[in-house]
Structure formats: C-alpha cells, structure tokens
C-alpha cells in the first residue's frame, strides 16, 4: 500500500514539472536533475558553451532582419528555448511554419518547443508531421513517447519508445525516458530494469543516474540510491544531490515517502 501511494505521489510531481526543468542548470552541486531540451535539429541549435540569453540576442537580431528566413528562425527559436523563454519560442517558430509549412526541421523544433511549453497534444500533432514512418526519426519519437506520458497515456508512450529503441538500441536517453514512464504507471521494478539499461551505456550521463537513484529509493532502498547517487561526483556535489534526494523521498522521516515540496530530482529527459 505505502508502495502505491508513494509511486502515485511522485507521479504528481513528476506530471507537474516535467517540461519545466531547468535548461541552463544542468547537473552537480545543487542542480537539479534537469531534461535534456537540446535541439531536435542539432545542427541549428545555439552555439555550444555560448551563453544562452545572448545567443538569444544575436540569432533575434538576424531573425528579426530577415523574419521569413527558415534557417535564422529556427536558429532563434533554438536559443529562446535554450535561454528558458519557451512561449516565445513557440510563437517564433509556430510563423515560421505558416512561411514554410512543409520544413520537417522547423515543425520539428516547433513540435518541440510546444511540448517543452505544456501544450503536449498539439506538440505531438505536430511533430507527427515532422517525420515518416517511412523515415522516421528517434530523437522524435522519443519526445512524442514524452508528450504522451503527460497526457497520462503511458502505454502509447512505451510504444513510441521502443520504436525508437528499434533504430537506436540502448539509447540511453530513451532508456531513461522509458523507465521514467513506468515509474509513472506505478511500475517500479520495471523502471528500474529499464533505469538500469540506460545507466549500464558508456553514453549514460548524470540524469540517468539520478532518474536510476530516485526510482530505487522509491522502493525504499536508500542507501543504494545514495551510493549511485554520490559516483563518481566531488564530495561537496554529493553531498547536495543527496540532499535533493533525501528531500523527494523522505517525509515525517519515512524514507518510502514522497516530499510533499517541490520536484527536486527528476523529469523526463528528452534526447538532443
């Protein structure tokens, strides 16, 4: 019973941040564990290690030159998502569309950008008509499977994940985000075989070890949460994302227990 209760609350919270995450936080000290809003369409997304509100500015300036420029839209888009401003990125890119409605890469980042906003039925509508199941594209599918765990549709959503783990096994980042959604369902023991797939890859980063941490110590085994939690991390970051995690599971100090605070430990990650 305490097992079920405690699953549904963190669904909850989980439902309530999800897309909300901190973009520029990243991972360590404490952070937290942020989603991966990287670009759908890497290639034109904000310069790497550039600062994100003045990237916003420049790709604004060349955009606003040129407004029905695809590549300078999308690129704006891009950095206005990056730099958390994420209704205006969705606007910026819902234009561009209507200039360019057959561009798979600006109704992929517009797709994007809506999920990433909390509109998650038309974000998937639209990313639908981004790709083909004749083409398909995994970085896709797996937000899609995203926007559908929100709805509340978890088994569609695995569906999506495992099409896209057909085209890229082990994924960590769908890995992850298949294990997250049968946290969601209340499906403990298979978050964790899932978690656990995602963490075992060379690729796997610190989210993933935290999503595996926190889905163990839902199931009340702290102290294997803990030590996953503190690898391979400087003391003084281990001792906070600790913190975080202590905060998540434990109340009126029953460890089983979500924290009736706010999120601190996962969301559902979305590959770059």
């Not at 998650?120 to 594209?137: C, I, K, T, W, Y």
């Not at 913190?243 to 599971?249: D, E, H, P, R």
Request: some cysteine; charged content about 20%; overall charge positive.
């Amino acid at each position: 019973m305490r097992q079920r209760y405690h699953a549904a609350h963190c669904a909850r919270l989980l439902a309530s941040v999800a897309v909300t995450a901190i973009f520029a936080a990243g991972l360590g000290g404490c952070q937290t564990m942020s989603d991966i809003t990287g670009s759908i369409s890497p290639k034109t997304s904000a310069s790497a290690g550039a600062d994100p509100r003045q990237e916003a500015e420049v790709t604004g300036e060349r955009y606003r030159a040129d407004p029905k420029n695809a590549e300078a839209a999308l690129a704006y888009g891009q950095a206005l998502r990056a730099s958390g401003q994420r209704s205006q990125a969705a606007a910026v890119l819902e234009q561009a569309t209507i200039a360019h409605p057959s561009d798979k890469a600006l109704l992929a980042a517009w797709g994007r950008a809506l999920v990433d906003n909390g509109n998650f039925q038309e974000g998937f509508d639209v990313l639908g008509r981004a790709h083909s199941p004749a083409n398909p594209d995994w970085r896709i599918l797996s937000v899609q499977g995203t926007a559908l765990d929100q709805l509340g549709r978890h088994e569609d959503a695995r569906r999506y994940y495992e099409s896209a783990l057909k085209i890229v096994p082990d994924e960590p980042t769908v890995l992850s985000n298949l294990g997250l959604s049968y946290m969601l369902s209340k499906n403990l023991p298979q978050a964790e075989e899932a978690l656990r797939r995602a963490y075992a890859s060379s690729r796997a980063d610190a989210r993933v070890r935290q999503n595996l941490a926190l889905v163990i110590g839902l199931q009340g085994r702290f102290a294997e949460a803990e030590q996953i939690v503190r690898a391979d991390l400087p003391p003084d970051e281990a001792t906070a994302n600790v913190a975080y995690l202590k905060q998540m599971l434990n109340r009126k100090g029953d460890p089983r227990v979500g924290s009736a605070g706010k999120m601190p430990v996962a969301s559902l990650s979305r590959p770059e």
